[in-house]
């Protein structure tokens, strides 16, 4: 075993015990008077099970977690630490998907929110058709693809999905929830009708647009730092069937973008897709990784005979038409229409017909993949920018044809166009000003003892566009100190610090997120 892993798990073995000792010492007698008690657990197999996330970056480990049979079961903890003379931290973790640590509380209680749908058969989804709108009210820990399952018993299904469908919804809609829906029907956040949160007081609420606004603004995008969302109703439309998997070879990154930018302001299929990514393929060297289950094995050699012929980066644009089965001849038409009119290299346009389900959750095959060759649980130095449209041409010269251009490590860089009007500016999110911007994500995964290596460059990057002003923001943003914290926030600061006073005022909730802390009953501190 390496040294500096050896001395991490040291390292973590001795917080626990601090950690246990001070707040065993200090808080559980007090917290075997609630009838929550039985459901804490301070032992160290809990409290390691959550003391790393996805990142795979860091370690810490919380002092107890607490295991949820009701959402009362979590009020009655944030109540108890609200109102103690000896508050503590407290953090809600979905399926712990984060890269940065988002979910630690180090010295607090973690809450272990699938715990909530345990035991429980209907899974926490409950479909309504009743209304004009079809909506679902879901289970915070609920996770998407149970999500997608539940409603498509009703031939509904939620309007926008993240491209991996086992995060929670509480912990996509703390950031926002994007994939390659949200240019026509917005992030996830834009599709909720109404949450159920537990303020950092311990007061259950139900929240929307018109009820408790400000309550409901502040936790879509929030970071979990306003509460506990416990329930949120989202909105369904009609499922279909099968989808048509369509995607696009490009070598000019110019008719790439003006591709995808095309595509992303047309409305619905007949005219364009339901679906709209892409990927920046650096070198032939990356083109296996591209594999999947959707290129055969000829296809590959062919583009990676054209990527080792091309002076730069490849790009793939990828793009899907829904459909059932009796309106499959007139999609397929369709989608040759649309082709003719886009940029790609001559023959190099691949499609595929496959059930909307397995289109949906394809993420997961590549975990499964990943899972047998021991890949999927290495550490992930994510960096997901959101790039004003005016400056994508500039990222990709800066970026792919410059500081990554030999790079070789594994991993992933999706690039895909959004439009900001189906974002809503009340929301905590924060995203560029231009109308249409780019999420770039580049998804690192460290399989070669690279972690140092990658974060240097992710870092670089973030150096260059600041220095160049591009005008990029962090998606799930990783920060520590107060002035990173503001600048990401911008205009948006004042109000998230003064919505944090009025939800939660201890700065008790989510302290991974490394934005707030709670010095004296009348300060409240950004970190
Ligand atoms: P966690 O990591 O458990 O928590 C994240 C944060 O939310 C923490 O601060 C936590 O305290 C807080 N939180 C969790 N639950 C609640 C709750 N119920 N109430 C209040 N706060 C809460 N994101 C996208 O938008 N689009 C994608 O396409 C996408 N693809 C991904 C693919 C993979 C393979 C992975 C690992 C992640 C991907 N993500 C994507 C990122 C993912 O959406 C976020 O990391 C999300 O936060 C993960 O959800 P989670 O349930 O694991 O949250």
Redesign the pocket.
């Known amino acids: 075993m390496e040294i500096t892993r050896l001395s991490s798990l040291i390292i973590l073995s001795l917080t626990i015990l601090i950690n246990l000792t001070s707040f065993v010492l200090s808080q559980l007698n007090e917290l075997q008077t609630l009838d929550i008690y039985s459901k804490i657990s301070t032992g160290t197999h809990a409290t390691s099970s959550f003391s790393t996330?996805?990142g795979n970056l860091s370690i810490s480990s919380p002092a107890a977690v607490l295991y949820p049979s009701s959402p009362d079961d979590i009020a009655m903890l944030v109540r108890f630490s609200y109102t103690s003379m000896k508050s503590f931290t407290i953090?809600?973790?979905?399926?712990?998907?984060?890269?940065n640590g988002?979910?630690f509380?180090p010295d607090g209680i973690?809450?272990d929110?699938l715990s909530l749908g345990r035991g429980h058969d209907d899974c926490r989804v409950t479909v309504s058709t009743d209304g004009l709108i079809p909506y679902a009210d879901v289970g915070?820990?609920q996770?998407w693809i149970d999500v997608l399952n539940a409603t498509l018993k009703h031939g509904l299904m939620p309007r926008v999905?993240?491209?991996?469908l086992?995060?929670?919804?509480?912990?996509?809609?703390?950031?926002?929830?994007?994939?390659g829906q949200a240019f026509r029907n917005g992030?996830?956040i834009s599709n909720v009708y109404e949450l159920d949160?537990i303020t950092g007081t311990g007061e259950m609420v139900t929240c929307s647009r018109d009820r408790e606004p400000d309550l409901f603004y502040a936790?879509l995008g929030?970071?979990?730092?306003?509460?506990?969302?416990?329930k949120a109703r989202i909105a369904l439309e009609p499922a279909k069937k099968m989808a048509r998997w369509v995607r696009l070879i490009y070598t000019d990154v110019e008719l790439f973008t003006r591709d995808q930018e095309k595509l992303i302001s047309l409305e619905k299929t007949p005219a364009g897709f339901d679906f709209v990514e892409g990927q920046v393929i650096l070198s032939e060297v990356q083109v296996p990784g591209i594999k999947s289950s959707f290129f055969s094995d000829s296809d590959i050699e062919k583009i990676t005979r054209l990527a080792a012929g091309n002076n730069g980066p490849i790009y793939l644009l990828e793009g899907a038409a829904y459909y059932d089965y009796s309106s499959a001849t007139s999609v397929a038409e369709n989608v040759t229409l649309l082709l003719e009119e886009l940029h790609y290299e001559s023959g190099f346009a691949f499609n595929r017909d496959v059930p909307l389900v397995d289109f949906l959750d394809r993420?997961h095959y590549?975990?499964t993949f990943l899972r047998s060759l021991g890949l999927w649980l290495v550490p992930?130095p994510?960096l997901?920018l959101f790039v004003p449209k005016s400056k994508i041409l500039d990222f990709d010269s800066k970026f792919f044809k410059g500081t990554l251009k030999d790079n070789k490590a594994a991993g992933l860089i999706?690039i895909y166009p959004m439009n900001r009007k189906k974002w809503d500016d009340k929301m905590s999110a924060v995203i560029p000003t231009e109308e249409v911007f780019y999420?770039v994500?580049i998804?690192w995964s460290a399989v070669a003892n690279d972690i140092e290596i990658l974060e240097n460059e992710n870092k670089k990057i973030l150096t260059i566009c600041e220095n160049s002003k591009l005008g990029c923001k962090e998606?799930?943003p990783h920060y520590t100190n107060m002035a990173d914290w503001q600048k990401h926030f911008g205009n948006k600061w004042s109000k998230f610090v003064s919505r944090k006073k009025k939800f939660d005022p201890k700065a008790l909730?989510?302290p991974?997120?490394q934005i707030f802390r709670w010095v004296s009953s009348s300060v409240l501190q950004v970190k």
């Not at 953090?91 to 890269?99: D, F, L, N, Q, T």
Request: no cysteine; net charge negative; hydrophobic share 40%.
């Open positions: 996330d996805f953090s809600p973790r979905g399926a712990g998907h984060s890269m988002q979910t509380a973690v809450i929110m915070g820990e996770h999905f993240t491209d991996y086992y995060p929670t919804v509480g912990g996509t809609i703390s950031n926002a929830g994007i994939g992030p996830q949160v936790a929030g970071l979990g730092q306003f509460g506990v969302i416990t993420v590549e975990e992930h994510w997901i999706l999420a994500s998804l998606y799930l909730m989510s991974g997120q």
